[in-house]
Each structure stands twice: as structure tokens, then as C-alpha cells.
């Protein structure tokens, strides 16, 4: 279930929804929806809190679903002593939710690694230490020009899982 949430722009939504299909050829685009309330952090920073986002999609999911949220909203997690540390994505492993935001990726055509390195999660995968792999750890920065695919162990793994890749 791919969920546009918020602001985001139309040629994204259908972008990713595009590249979804190549992947799960069932994927579900739902209608554009506002972003809930009770993830909205407010001042100073305005932004959305990502894992109450997931907990709102995962009481939505139905068995087998996965729902991914996708945003041009600025998104964040606690990290370390940092309550409200903005990030590009979440997603719980394994889950059936997660989020992505296209606010801090540089070059926007890249939204979709973000987009799939969390659909990773939520298959079970953790962060990967190949460099080039979808599944690397972001490390506080936008890494999506270097990377360039899923390793052989992570693309295994999703294989087993019934990703067509």
C-alpha cells in the first residue's frame, strides 16, 4: 500500500508508485491523505514524528499488508539525546509500515532508494555495511548518490521474501 501523505508533489507519488510495480506488481496506490495530527511535533522545527506515523499506518494495515508513507514533510526519531532528529526515513524490522520524506535528499530522482532501503526493514533487514548497497546506514547524511543496488546477501534475502528482483 503505497500512502502519499501531506505535501508531495503528484510526478513523486507516481514515480515511486512506477518503480513500486516493478517490485510488487500488486501494489496499491491509495489517495493522497493529510498527515496525521498527533505525529506533528510543532515549533521550532514543524516537524512529523515517524515512528508515531508508523503506528498510525500499522493499526491500519490489514494481514499481509505493508503500508508505506511517503511525504515531502520534514520527518524525525529520537536519536541518542536527540528527541526530534530529523531523518529521511523509518521502518521497524520486520513491520508492516514504514515512511519515507523527500525532504533531505538532495537529488530528488533518488527518493526511491529511500523509499525501498525502508521496505527492506520491514522485510527484516538491518543496515547493511556494504557502501553501495540500498541498505547501507545513512550515518547522519544523504548517501543515495553512492549507492547503486542491493548487495548479493541483502537481494537474497528479499528474493526469499518474494521480491521480484
Known amino acids: 500500500m503505497l500512502l502519499p501523505l501531506g505535501k508531495i508533489n503528484n510526478t513523486t507519488v507516481k514515480n515511486i508508485y512506477d518503480s513500486l510495480q516493478q517490485i510488487f506488481p500488486d501494489v496499491i496506490l491509495m489517495k493522497k491523505e493529510f498527515m496525521p495530527a498527533i505525529a506533528y511535533t510543532g515549533p521550532p522545527r514543524k516537524r512529523y514524528r515517524a515512528d508515531t506515523l508508523i503506528h498510525w499506518m500499522n493499526r491500519r494495515a490489514k494481514e499481509n499488508e505493508v503500508f508505506l508513507g511517503i511525504t515531502s514533510f520534514d520527518i524525525s526519531s529520537t536519536k541518542k539525546d536527540t528527541a526530534d532528529y530529523g531523518i529521511m526515513g523509518l521502518g521497524f524490522r ?13 537529488v530528488k530522482s533518488n527518493f526511491f532508494k529511500i523509499a525501498i532501503h525502508e521496505l527492506g526493514h520491514t522485510a527484516g533487514l538491518n543496515h547493511c555495511p556494504e557502501k553501495t548497497c540500498f541498505m547501507r546506514d545513512a550515518e547522519s547524511h544523504d548517501p543515495t548518490g553512492e549507492e547503486k543496488e542491493f548487495c548479493k546477501r541483502c537481494k537474497s534475502f528479499l528474493i526469499g521474501k518474494g521480491w521480484n528482483l
Do not use: I, N
Open 94 to 106: 520486520p513491520g508492516k509500515a514504514c515512511v519515507a520524506s523527500d525532504f533531505r535528499v538532495k
